[in-house]
């Protein structure tokens, strides 16, 4: 069962024919130019994601060696998975100096780490370069190591969407369970009896005690390790937490018969949760993860993805929340209920859907501050690692070369753009979903 607001439209028939919500608000999102601009520039970067080994690449994306063809960029990806072994005699071979009967080269022949020796110092792409060939100029230049720029631009794209998505997935799945739980239940729809609420407390205390406490030697080796191993350890210390809880709410069932301890009282989600929310806004999102990164040896995309996403579901939660308080009152909601759906049911296929005109703003204005805290970090020198070329590490190699302008400007302007872009994509959301621009437009 959904409510759906609806706009309707004259087929070549004559007859009105409804819209749903969702393609309403497409069609009104689409009436402005900045949203078409806006959101085809996102596609486009999405698609340089997606095709970045076949935008910039130092091998041939197919080529014939003798009598035998290759697909060198398909085999790196198959070898990558164990599905591929390459000859022993191609494995070190620089492939722009081989012989070939023919071969079809991607755009930019170099990834973001292949130094060319040529070329080093920051070469401008207005200067003169040492290049065999014009198919191999550097067109966005070179950083001090010689490392092209405008390969490093095509392929952290896929760094800067992958991490802003992600950790907005994190982020999203993590506020919109805490947000509806608090917003739908509220302070007085979740009752346990008084032997659950004292067991139920003793479960925490003890779960905590065995799952953090007992285990802190294994976790602090693991965090230690890098966030392949300390995440399904701290994984297992939430299954023991909650595990133990909720062992210990059903051992109360016995005594819902006794006078006090089987009264059934009011449990608080609402305002634990809205605490928690208070807590960890109050927490400074760049000082934690520069405090986690000292901690750990190895540094990981996946574990910035991670922080990120924990620490940025705040907002989301919030949103959640307020959405949700406002529809489980709805006739709706109250004609699924009389018909004996559960709580669950109720929350999460019928409640939460309805709230997401909302919500669906607040992820998209986080995947832009996701991709720019990873740029600042990255600038830092904090965020992923070294080998790894990202648009903040090509603006960190600017610092050391004040002078090559294209190491800040080029970088400097994706990030810019790309934020730019997402917000502007974000506000677009936000007036096609607003209820009172809907009845104006409808």
């Known amino acids: 069962m959904k409510a759906e607001s609806t706009v309707s439209s004259i087929t070549p028939t004559g007859r009105s024919k409804s819209l749903g919500f969702w393609k309403s608000a497409w069609l009104r999102f689409k009436k402005r130019a900045v949203n078409r601009i806006a959101f085809r520039f996102i596609v486009f970067l999405a698609a340089v994601a997606l095709f970045a080994d076949f935008l910039a ?69 207005f200067a003169k370069q040492r290049v065999s060939s014009w198919k191999r100029w550097h067109f966005m230049g070179t950083d001090r190591d010689g490392r092209d720029v405008i390969s490093g631009l095509i392929h952290g794209t896929r760094i800067s969407l992958t991490i802003g998505l992600v950790a907005t997935g994190i982020a999203g799945i993590i506020g919109m369970i805490l947000g509806s739980i608090a917003g739908y239940y509220g302070d007085t729809r979740f009752q346990l ?63 819902k018969n006794v006078p006090f301890l089987g009264k059934r009282r009011d449990v608080w989600l609402d305002m634990i949760i809205s605490r928690v929310i208070e807590i960890f806004s109050t927490i400074p999102t760049l000082l934690l993860i520069i405090t986690v990164m000292a901690l750990t040896e190895k540094r990981s995309i996946f574990f910035i993805m991670v922080i990120i996403g924990v620490l940025g579901w705040t907002g989301v939660a919030r949103f959640t929340r307020a959405e949700m308080l406002r529809t489980r009152s709805q006739e709706f909601m109250e004609a699924a209920r009389s018909m004996g759906f559960n709580n669950f049911r109720l929350m999460f296929r019928h409640a939460l859907p309805n709230s997401l005109a909302s919500v669906v703003v607040v992820l998209t204005f986080s995947v832009a501050g996701a991709i720019g805290l990873e740029a600042a970090l990255s600038f830092l020198g904090i965020g992923v690692p070294d080998n790894v070329v ?29 934020v730019i872009a997402i917000n502007v994509i974000g506000e677009g959301f936000r007036d096609a979903l607003d209820p009172k621009l809907r009845h104006e437009q409808s």
């Open 193 to 255: 009896t008084t032997a659950g609420m004292i067991l139920g407390f003793l479960g925490i205390v003890l779960g905590y005690f065995y799952g953090f406490q007992v285990r802190g030697l294994l976790l602090s080796e693991a965090l230690a390790k890098g966030p392949m191993a300390i995440f399904p350890q701290f994984l297992l210390s939430i299954l023991i937490l909650c595990g133990t809880t909720a062992l210990f709410i059903q051992l109360a069932r016995p005594f």
């Open 390 to 418: 990202t648009w903040g590490s090509l603006l960190r190699a600017s610092r050391s070369s004040l002078s090559a302008w294209w190491l800040s400007v080029f970088p400097g302007m994706a990030v810019f753009c790309t």
């Open 57 to 125: 690449y130092n091998k041939p994306l197919v080529c014939k060696k003798g009598e035998t063809i290759y697909f060198p960029v398909v085999a790196d990806y198959l070898a990558d998975f164990g599905f591929y072994k390459w000859e022993k005699d191609l494995i070190n071979q620089d492939w722009h100096e081989m012989e070939y009967e023919w071969a079809f080269w991607a755009p930019i022949r170099y990834l973001p780490a292949d130094i060319d020796y040529k070329n080093q110092r920051v070469m401008s792409p």
